[in-house]
């Protein structure tokens, strides 16, 4: 199946920094997606970003599909930011919705 | 919308005995849910693939007898895990697939002791 690699695994910020989550993936992908999983658990979908440049805010997102990678990236980080940060993905030539590959994460700390 | 409420957040059970965890849509109708588990510090893996009325899909070692998935209305799918031992003790979550886009539910952290 497909495989979904994250770096950095961890990544402890000040308040107010900037940081860039990288994602790359071993094959095509049909549905890439950002997640954000709050110190309670709760995931929350950021952004789906098949290809190109989205943003919301402080953050945004850009997919280079046919380099296979992926970026989030956090402006001005925020204590409330910090949990962990998850891309996932369908396998290529999948339904619009199915079983999505999660990477192992990026565990961010944002410190007062 | 796309609100989906999962109950309990957190149980500890005695190990021999079973637990029943409840996803529930509440503004939509899921026809497909899946069950992750999550350990501490890992990322999710999917255990099943449910669809309204009909039996769930295991992914490959997730024991179907130990997981029982029942997806009997459109509003609500239930993961209980039967005979419980420690090695279950993890963090479960649903996530209901609400025709547009994927939602969570918050997650249940399963305690075995």
């Known amino acids: 199946g497909i495989q979904v690699e994250q770096s950095p695994p961890d990544l402890i910020l000040q308040e107010g920094a900037n940081s860039t989550l990288r994602c790359n993936f071993s094959?095509?992908?049909?549905?890439l997606q950002w997640f954000h999983q709050n110190p309670w658990g709760q995931l929350i979908n950021l952004f789906y970003?098949?290809?190109g440049t989205k943003q919301n805010g402080r953050l945004s997102a850009t997919t280079v599909a046919t380099e296979r990678y992926s970026l989030l990236y956090i402006s001005s980080s925020q204590t409330t930011d910090s949990g962990v940060y998850f891309c996932?993905?369908?396998?290529?030539?999948?339904?619009?919705?199915?079983?999505?590959?999660f990477g192992q994460g990026t565990i961010l700390t944002v410190h007062p | 919308g796309a609100v989906v409420s999962q109950h309990p957040s957190r149980v500890i059970c005695k190990s021999g005995t079973s637990v029943k965890i409840e996803c529930r849509s509440l503004?939509?109708?899921?026809?497909?849910m899946f069950w992750y588990r999550q350990f501490p510090k890992k990322s999710l893996m999917l255990m099943a693939t449910?669809?309204?009325?009909?039996?769930?899909?295991?992914e490959q070692g997730v024991e179907k007898d130990k997981f029982l998935i029942n997806h009997a209305s459109l509003t609500l799918s239930t993961l209980t895990v039967t005979s419980a031992h420690p090695e279950d003790s993890s963090f479960y979550i649903c996530?209901?697939?609400?025709?547009?886009?994927?939602?969570f539910g918050s997650g249940t952290r399963l305690t075995v002791v």
């Open positions: 996932a993905s369908l396998p290529p030539g999948g339904t619009s919705y199915g079983k999505l590959t």
């Open positions: 094959d095509s992908v049909n549905n």
């Open positions: 970003i098949p290809s």
């Open positions: 503004d939509f109708q899921a026809t497909t």
């Open positions: 449910s669809n309204e009325g009909s039996k769930a899909t295991y």
């Open positions: 996530a209901p697939w609400t025709g547009y886009g994927y939602t």
